[in-house]
């Protein structure tokens, strides 16, 4: 009898791959009908949760089992409950709630559809800046607040901020809804914010701000981010949060010099992007948002560790380091 050849490759991965938006968009539906936050609240049968839902039993039920095989909720006699997961971050007014992230990515479908010809063109689908209008970005960075703060708060306690290092002065680049700043405040009452990005987005970070309580250490800079004037010697902590990515390479660099300038001496530069490894050959998710920037921006992309280090020791910066927290990448603190 003919011996099967375990190693011989086989189309499975290529099956998976494939189908692989349906997992991403039995998650999307199941946030846009609030199924996790109707189980929250007692509705744990298919009919129960439909109804809470206002949508057809059979679709909820097919949902449902979809959503317990990908293990976001448990299936056992007919009823479902929540992970812990899901728990955690699905269930709408929770602190840590995750769904408006995974409805940012809903908005990315359409873009997405259109990546052969993107590939073949080398142009966006859509070009993301200010051409998009306020009411894109006003959205966008209230749906991004979830990834980002998080990480800025591991950030803050790893750096020490409100223990060893008191009385800071602050200024976020492209704040957006300001989750990076906000929480670098919450560390530590005696630092002050400058939050800087479009006036129509200021007026998003104005209302994050409020609501955490700390508008009375906040100023904000108006304006386009290229074009804005950040001062001279004037911080001790400059944030770049997820905006290298879209400013692509050039545009980086000269931001990089700009905010040199805008740090005191012994000021540090702390970056948060998607970095991938070095060949660009492992590194899943930054290497796919490289893909995403490709899709959405004109210059964007997604850049190495040795790309930062040798364009910050360019620029001057010196003690590049890195920091460990809960996100895709580590964060990047260099010192002037």
């Excluded at 129960?48 to 449902?64: D, F, M, N, T, V």
């Excluded at 001279?232 to 990089?256: F, M, P």
């Excluded at 970056?271 to 948002?289: G, K």
Aim: aromatic letters at 10%.
């Amino acid at each position: 009898m003919e011996k099967t050849d375990t190693n011989e490759p086989n189309p499975g991965k290529i099956m998976e791959t494939s189908f692989a938006y349906a997992a991403s968009r039995v998650l999307i539906s199941g946030v846009d009908l609030e199924v996790f936050t109707h189980i929250a609240n007692g509705n744990h049968t298919a009919a129960e949760i439909a109804k809470a839902a206002k949508a057809s039993q059979r679709g909820i039920e097919i949902l449902l089992n979809s959503l317990a095989a990908l293990n976001f909720i448990t299936k056992s006699d007919g009823t479902y409950d929540l992970t812990p997961l899901s728990e955690k971050f699905l269930v709408k007014g929770t602190p840590a709630y995750y769904g408006d992230f995974v409805l940012h990515i809903d908005s990315l479908w359409e873009p997405w559809g259109d990546l052969t010809k993107v590939v073949k063109t080398g142009k966006p689908f859509q070009k993301v800046d200010k051409e998009q209008g306020v009411e894109f970005f006003q959205n966008l960075v209230s749906q991004l607040f979830p990834m980002s703060y998080p990480c800025a708060k591991a950030a803050s306690e790893i750096l020490g901020v409100g223990d060893t290092w008191k009385g800071l002065s602050v200024l976020d680049v492209a704040a957006g809804s300001g989750a990076w700043s906000i929480a670098f405040a919450q560390s530590d009452p005696d630092t002050k914010v400058t939050a800087q990005d479009y006036p129509g987005v200021l007026e998003v970070t104005k209302k994050f701000v409020d609501k955490f309580k700390l508008s009375r250490r906040f100023s904000y800079l108006p304006g386009d981010l290229r074009e804005v004037d950040f001062g001279y010697d004037r911080y001790d902590l400059i944030i770049l949060g997820h905006i290298c990515h879209s400013e692509g390479a050039e545009k980086t660099r000269i931001l990089l010099s700009r905010a040199l300038g805008a740090l005191k001496d012994g000021g540090k530069l702390l970056i948060a992007d998607m970095i991938p490894d070095d060949e660009r050959a492992t590194s899943v998710f930054p290497l796919l948002f490289a893909v995403n920037m490709l899709v959405n921006t004109t210059e964007g992309n997604t850049f190495t560790m040795a790309e930062y280090r040798e364009w910050l020791t360019d620029a001057g910066f010196c003690d590049i380091t890195t920091i460990d927290v809960p996100g895709p990448s580590p964060l990047i603190l260099a010192k002037k």
